[in-house]
């Protein structure tokens, strides 16, 4: 596996080169700041597979840093570890708002890290995965004849909007969570109501382009909070943000509406949101902090379907898998 770490801390990296070696890690390359790192990345005859970040830099930090490799050709699913003494929740927010895909605090365990490389391995095959169907997506903008497999309860990859981050990346966010931070958090559920119908009624090219709208209109007005954003498939996104950041769930959902409607999104029929009510978790209750996107998921299903309850989430729901043609 061919990683680069950056640290400006010589010391850091002496024990970063290190801690590879002794994981069985040999192709590495060590720099000492964000501009060394991007030379590095764009004069590489072959695409670096794991990128080791500091946060914490002069001149280019770290977050600066994982921002401007995502936007690199080769870059948009490379594992990116984030090594940090900072323990802020606001710096943790920032680098997976950017791109990062996990984080080790210092002082790091030998072991740790290599279990994160590893869990950052299985992680990025299953974005390629989301990946691959979106770019083949992207394709069809200049191929509208050209079929497409896309599934109802696909958590497809939405790179077009900032502040929406995959569905597994929202996961590993919450799972590296401590239990106090879990407890500060709120998780809200966003969906467009009757998707189901609104999916046999329209091609899959409509879907796609309206699901991106409808991030764009709710990240617009989530601006003036902090936030992560993922969409979790059937129609329904969720948002985790700091607890009580969002207080008048009717006026959000009648704003996000009427940013919808000003976008005139393409479908034949107007497209209704619907907003859950926020769910937080009790600081003595689950240990599993997927509970919180669990829960805003079943917050926002009893409003999908004018009132009545919508499918079961997606683990558990029926597949509707078909061949849709643009045209």
């Given at each position: 596996m061919k990683i680069l770490a950056v640290d400006d801390d010589q010391f850091v990296l002496v024990l970063l080169g290190a801690c590879l070696r002794a994981g069985g890690y040999s192709e590495y390359k060590l720099v000492d700041s964000g501009s060394a790192a991007l030379t590095e990345i764009t004069s590489a005859t072959t695409p670096?597979?794991?990128?080791l970040l500091d946060i914490q830099m002069p001149e280019m930090d770290g977050i600066e840093l994982c921002s401007a490799i995502r936007s690199l050709p080769d870059y948009g699913s490379c594992p990116i570890i984030m090594i940090t003494a900072m323990t802020e929740r606001s710096y943790i927010d920032e680098a997976f708002s950017a791109g990062a895909t996990d984080y080790v605090?210092?002082?790091?365990?030998?072991?740790?890290?290599?279990?994160?490389?590893?869990?950052?391995?299985?992680l990025v095959s299953e974005q390629r995965i989301a990946l691959d169907k979106s770019s083949e997506l992207h394709?069809?903008?200049?191929?509208l004849d050209e079929a497409f497999r896309f599934s109802i309860d696909d958590p497809i990859v939405i790179n077009e909007v900032p502040g929406v981050i995959d569905k597994l990346v929202m996961e590993n966010y919450l799972?590296?969570?401590?239990?106090s931070r879990v407890y500060?958090?709120?998780g809200i559920g966003f969906a467009i109501a009757d998707f189901e119908d609104f999916w046999i009624g329209t091609t899959l090219g409509n879907i796609y382009y309206t699901l991106i709208d409808v991030a764009d209109a709710i990240t617009l007005n989530l601006k003036k909070t902090g936030y992560l954003l993922a969409?979790?498939?059937r129609g329904r996104f969720v948002c985790v943000t700091e607890r009580g950041a969002v207080m008048d769930i009717e006026e959000l959902e009648q704003s996000i509406q009427d940013t919808i409607d000003d976008f005139d999104v393409m479908s034949d029929n107007r497209v209704r949101i619907v907003v859950g009510e926020p769910r937080t978790t009790s600081l003595w209750g689950s240990l599993n902090p997927l509970q919180l996107m669990d829960d805003a998921i079943a917050a926002i299903d009893p409003k999908c379907r004018n009132g009545q309850s919508a499918p079961a989430d997606s683990r558990s729901s029926k597949k509707f898998d078909r061949i849709v043609g643009f045209g």
């Open positions: 670096y597979e794991c990128i605090s210092k002082p790091f365990d030998p072991l740790e890290l290599g279990t994160r490389i590893r869990l950052a391995e299985t394709s069809l903008k200049s191929k799972l590296q969570l401590s239990r500060n958090s709120t969409y979790c498939g």
